[in-house]
T-cell receptor, first 117, second 115 residues
Framework: DSGVTQTPKHLITATGQRVTLRCSPR?????VYWYQQSLDQGLQFLIQ???????AKGNILERFSAQQFPDLHSELNLSSLELGDSALYFC????????????????FGPGTRLTVL | AQKITQTQPGMFVQEKEAVTLDCTYD???????LFWYKQPSSGEMIFLIY??????QNATEGRYSLNFQKARKSANLVISASQLGDSAMYFCAMSRKTSYDKVIFGPGTSLSVIP
């Protein structure tokens, strides 16, 4: 158990809908990362938050947004869902944003499997 | 731009034998970190081992060791004494040490351990 929790574990929804994925980082970790893993695209970095602020953006669609709350949990919002958004969405956390640690080991949650029908 | 290449989509190894999973990377950064993650069929991502670009010695963690050849830009994972529970997808990844703003993953290698 990595200490990172993600809910829900599975989510089935229809095209055009909106969903929210939730992540709670390990105790003491300030950084939260979101990744999307699909069969054709592999594991793709979406976005990072550090202590409530957006730190880095990757291949995140405009239909997707995220935020990190004062208690450090994070939510990933996916809207106008398409069939191609079906994937496993991971949240990961680490202690630092970078630069201050010797390395930035990320601990992954169990993932949320999203199926868009 | 950073890039990770894993040229072995699938590998088989006999139980108790050693296996090497290949990883090459491309970066213009001088300071970076290299990681290996394991993803069993259950889906979770498990951190295995880390190597810093300035670390002089190859990293080891139990049965896992990282064969780091900086000049060749390779960071191969060696698993000794393979066990059936080692059957999984293995991902090589890297991040810049200056900011560690994201981790770039390779496409992965599927390892199957045969009894």
């Amino acid at each position: 158990d990595s200490g990172v929790t993600q809910t829900p574990k599975h989510l089935i929804t229809a095209t055009g809908q909106r969903v929210t994925l939730r992540c709670s980082p390990r105790s003491g970790d300030l950084s939260v990362y979101w990744y999307q893993q699909s069969l054709d695209q592999g594991l793709q970095f979406l976005i990072q938050y550090y202590n409530g602020e957006e730190r880095a953006k990757g291949n995140i669609l405009e239909r997707f947004s995220a935020q990190q709350f004062p208690d450090l949990h994070s939510e990933l919002n996916l809207s106008s869902l398409e069939l191609g958004d079906s994937a496993l969405y991971f949240c990961a956390s680490s202690v630092a944003a970078g630069g201050t640690s010797s390395y930035n080991e990320q601990f992954f949650g169990p993932g949320t499997r999203l199926t868009v029908l | 731009a950073q890039k990770i290449t894993q040229t072995q989509p699938g590998m088989f190894v006999q139980e108790k034998e050693a296996v090497t999973l290949d990883c090459t990377y491309d970066t213009s950064d001088q300071s970076y970190g290299l990681f290996w993650y394991k993803q069993p069929s259950s889906g979770e991502m498990i951190f295995l081992i880390y190597q810093g670009s300035y670390d002089e010695q190859n990293a080891t963690e139990g049965r896992y060791s990282l064969n780091f050849q900086k000049a060749r830009k390779s960071a191969n994972l060696v698993i000794s004494a393979s066990q059936l529970g080692d059957s999984a997808m293995y991902f090589c990844a890297m991040s810049r040490k200056t900011s560690y703003d994201k981790v770039i993953f390779g496409p992965g290698t599927s390892l199957s351990v045969i009894p």
